[in-house]
Nanobody
Framework: QVRLVESGGDSVQPGGYLKLSCTGS????????MTWHRQVPGKEREFVAS????????TYADSVKGRFTVSRDNAKNTLYLQMSSLKPEDTAVYYC???????????WGRGTQVTVSS
């Protein structure tokens, strides 16, 4: 079955750096675009970044543009999110998401907690 597992979340100080990973299994990873989202308790889950299946095209939320970089290694079935110049407002649970356009279904991982605090 389809499975997405995020990792790499941690507690860091403002201005710090983290690299999140999302490893997929149970599907052809290289076939699909992937996205990162984040959620703070009491708020809606919000889009962070997306990356095309071949890694050629990416998009970012305005709030993270210039600080976050999304990438992927299709040989390792893994999506990454490099986060630099972290701010307290980046504190959230970060999720990766798969939308399979041919099956018209979507899947979420369980998330990884990122806390930015001094």
């Amino acid at each position: 079955q389809v499975r997405l597992v995020e990792s790499g979340g941690d507690s860091v100080q403002p201005g710090g750096y983290l690299k999140l990973s999302c490893t997929g299994s149970g599907f052809t990873f290289s076939r699909y675009a992937m996205t990162w989202h984040r959620q703070v308790p009491g708020k809606e889950r919000e889009f962070v970044a997306s990356l095309a299946s071949d890694g050629a095209t990416s998009t970012y939320a305005d709030s993270v543009k210039g600080r976050f970089t999304v990438s992927r290694d299709n040989a390792k079935n893994t999506l990454y999110l490099q986060m630099s110049s972290l701010k307290p407002e980046d504190t959230a649970v970060y999720y990766c998401k798969l939308y399979r356009w041919d099956w018209r279904d979507d899947y979420w991982g369980r998330g990884t907690q990122v806390t930015v605090s001094s």
